[in-house]
């Protein structure tokens, strides 16, 4: 039931992400891997559902990491930035964390919080930095869950017109009820991203 669940959203976000690709810039599809993990992970704009700039800043998300567990995510945020800060942008959401260990299914929604920096470095490509944050205590942990941690820091720079690289640290925690506590990646990564 999980796998089918996961390709049902995994299908869902590809075509939101080519939807999107038509209507409003604002997306991105990326790959990142070390030397014991690889993540996918996209994002776009749901502006193009109503065909209205109103709602740019909603945006759908979703990853899969194959680690130690591997872990799907789906998820909805919203990011803003304040009146007279530009350079900076605050986002909060939630998402939905499927994940199963030896026959036990892990559902969690997770709230999360990020903020991400444009940098201006003279001539060098456009840069941002940024960190992640996202937390299920048991109220939001259901199944065989008891809650879950994720932290992410991350760069990224625009080294050609619709290509970012990227590197990063995360650390991903999965607790279940029987008392079993996995830290699924604790890791620095790289990649890069098709944005558009």
């Known amino acids: 039931m999980l796998k089918k669940i996961s390709l049902v959203s995994l299908i869902l976000l590809a075509n939101l992400l080519a939807d999107g690709q038509q209507a409003f810039e604002k997306g ?95 001539s060098m490509p456009t840069t941002h930095i940024g960190a992640k944050f996202a937390y299920a205590p048991t109220p939001l942990a259901f199944k065989d869950a008891e809650a879950y941690k994720e932290y992410r820091i991350e760069a990224d720079s625009s080294v050609i017109e619709n290509i970012n690289i990227y590197a990063g640290y995360r650390n991903i925690d999965t607790e279940y009820t029987n008392g079993r506590t996995t830290t699924v990646d604790d890791s620095i990564y790289a990649g890069f991203k098709f944005v558009f």
């Open 28 to 122: 991105s599809f990326g790959i990142n891997i070390n030397k014991d993990d690889v993540e996918l992970e996209g994002r776009a704009s749901v502006s193009f559902m109503t065909g209205s700039p109103v709602y740019s800043n909603f945006f759908v998300t979703g990853n899969f990491l194959n680690a130690d567990e591997k872990i799907y995510g789906l998820g909805l945020s919203v990011e803003n930035s304040p009146t007279n800060f530009r350079n900076i942008v605050f986002n909060i959401g939630l998402k939905s964390i499927f994940s199963d260990y030896k026959g036990q299914d892990f559902i969690a929604t997770p709230i999360t919080v990020g903020a991400k920096a444009r940098l201006f470095l003279g």
